[in-house]
């Protein structure tokens, strides 16, 4: 991650990358009730030049990313950001369960559509409790 020394880590920001509006405000909608910080990015693209230019303040703690994507797919998208970023929490939500292959070595959850939002805040709650204990 690019921070400067001593700067704390935002272990409650969640960049949300999904090129479908409704569904991203769905899900920032239900991670900002629940307590979090989300920011939103509507293609893999514009989520990667958000991260290189350091538009986070106090940094982030995970990345939730879909799957399918125009220009370039959810796995497309995290072998670039672990070129950077290779300890990053990022969970990958999708309704096809055979692209979970396609993360193999990638260090990602996968976690398949539908999701209720219980279950979506419970895993950003551990990826973020393991990224803490991590860091401790």
Same mark, same amino acid.
């Given at each position: 991650?690019?921070?400067?020394?001593?700067?704390?880590?935002?272990?409650?920001?969640?960049?949300?990358?999904?090129?479908?509006?409704?569904?991203?405000?769905?899900?920032?909608?239900?991670?900002?009730?629940?307590?979090?910080?989300?920011?939103?990015?509507?293609?893999?693209?514009?989520?990667?030049?958000?991260?290189?230019?350091?538009?986070?303040?106090?940094?982030?703690?995970?990345?939730?990313?879909?799957?399918?994507?125009? !220009? #370039?797919?959810? $796995? &497309?998208?995290?072998? *670039?950001?672990?070129?950077?970023?290779?300890? +990053?929490?990022?969970?990958?939500?999708? !309704? #096809?369960?055979? $692209? &979970?292959?396609?993360? *193999?070595?990638?260090?990602?959850?996968?976690? +398949?559509?539908?999701?209720?939002?219980?279950?979506?805040?419970?895993?950003?709650?551990?990826?973020?409790?393991?990224?803490?204990?991590?860091?401790?």
């Amino acid at each position: 991650m690019n921070l400067k020394m001593n700067q704390p880590i935002a272990l409650n920001t969640v960049l949300l990358v999904d090129d479908n509006a409704i569904q991203a405000a769905t899900r920032q909608t239900i991670l900002k009730r629940a307590g979090y910080s989300v920011q939103s990015a509507l293609n893999p693209a514009r989520a990667l030049e958000m991260l290189q230019r350091d538009q986070f303040p106090m940094g982030v703690g995970a990345v939730i990313t879909d799957h399918i994507m125009p !220009g #370039m797919n959810g $796995a &497309e998208f995290v072998r *670039e950001l672990r070129k950077t970023m290779p300890a +990053l929490p990022v969970i990958v939500i999708s !309704g #096809m369960e055979e $692209a &979970e292959d396609e993360y *193999e070595g990638l260090d990602v959850r996968f976690l +398949l559509k539908p999701l209720p939002p219980d279950q979506l805040i419970a895993n950003v709650r551990d990826v973020l409790q393991v990224e803490q204990q991590g860091a401790a």
